[in-house]
């Protein structure tokens, strides 16, 4: 059943990563239910979506990511074309059954369902921890240090992570050759627009593409001293990665992640900031700036206006001047008239 079922997911041209995700969570149902699948009931699928609430304090993205799991495979299953309910019967006398309908199962009934405690980085904040970033590679280098060099790539890797609001592994996914010119940004040289070619996917669909353009004036000098000066020193030779590791050909997700909270829980941030929260930040901080809603849309590659909206969070500051602004232009122009006759 289960190789049937990989090899469905497989024919739906679903990522490798995605289908030994389901399997493991499948397994983690089959182990918890201590039953065959032509055995489970409703009820086994009910006490273990509340064992993954109340006991493991699974996040509601999470159990209704198990539950799409149980319920994708038991579709495999229960389907006709496939034969193993007959199959089922004849060997132990039942079949198996969908154990996840609409009264059991979480519904998706909101597009945004991050954790309250999710947000954005202030102005503040932010340069609190790169400045963070750059003194451990100082202190590293004063020391006589090997690990300057990983504390710097890292460094930097963050910047541009905010850079160019680049998911985790967007960023991590990066090469040399993905960096290039932009003709109607000849200020920043070779460092004008950033090519990812491994962004979010579709189900079903290699990784969407898109082109970032460079918008802040520190970017290409951060870049450039990276590519030019420090890259060369650590990465082994052959290898394409903007972010090569010490120990193999590219960084692994563990590390930024290791790294990116280690500096977090030094400052005393909330621990809502993540790495997504570099992306939030820069979402945020171009809003703020004043460019262009869709500018900002395109160069996150949201299909939707909407989905940009959602990783906006302005300050109450800003909210307060964009006020300002609208009521000060609606009251000069109900004055207009008045002026003229005058």
Not at 17 to 46: C, M, N, S, V
Request: hydrophobic share 35%; with cysteine.
């Amino acid at each position: 059943m289960l190789d049937g079922w990989r090899n469905q997911q497989l024919a739906r041209n679903l990522a490798l990563t995605t289908i030994e995700k389901r399997a493991g969570r499948l397994r983690a149902f089959l182990e918890h239910a201590e039953a065959f699948p032509w055995q489970w009931t409703p009820q086994h699928a009910d006490e273990w979506f509340g064992d993954l609430r109340a006991v493991r304090g699974c996040a509601h993205s999470t159990l209704r990511s198990y539950q799409d799991a149980l319920r994708s495979f038991c579709q495999y299953v229960t389907d006709p074309a496939y034969d193993w309910t007959s199959v089922c019967e004849q060997r132990f006398g039942t079949h198996p059954i969908q154990v996840v309908h609409e009264w059991n199962a979480a519904a998706h009934v909101q597009e945004a369902e991050a954790r309250p405690e999710k947000r954005a980085f202030t102005i503040d904040e932010l340069q609190d921890f790169f400045d963070y970033a750059d003194e451990q590679v100082t202190e590293a280098r004063d020391r006589g240090r090997k690990g300057w060099l990983p504390a710097f790539r890292d460094a930097t890797l963050f910047k541009i992570a905010y850079s160019f609001g680049l998911r985790r592994n967007e960023t991590r996914m990066l090469d040399v050759s993905d960096i290039g010119r932009n003709p109607h940004g000849p200020e920043f040289g070779d460092y004008g627009v950033v090519l990812v070619r491994h962004g979010k996917a579709k189900k079903g669909s290699p990784p969407k593409r898109r082109s970032v353009a460079t918008v802040w004036p520190w970017t290409a000098e951060i870049l450039e001293e990276w590519v030019t000066e420090i890259r060369p020193l650590l990465a082994v030779p052959g290898t394409s990665a903007l972010w090569p590791s010490e120990r193999g050909a590219r960084i692994g997700l563990q590390r930024i992640n290791s790294r990116f909270a280690a500096y977090r829980d030094a400052l005393g941030l909330d621990r809502g900031l993540d790495f997504h929260g570099l992306r939030r930040s820069y979402v945020t901080h171009l809003i703020e700036a004043g460019r262009d809603p869709l500018f900002v849309q395109f160069q996150c590659g949201h299909e939707h206006a909407s989905t940009t909206s959602l990783y906006t969070c302005v300050s109450s500051d800003f909210r307060t001047r964009t006020l300002r602004k609208a009521l000060d232009e609606t009251l000069s122009a109900a004055l207009e008239p008045s002026r003229r006759t005058r």
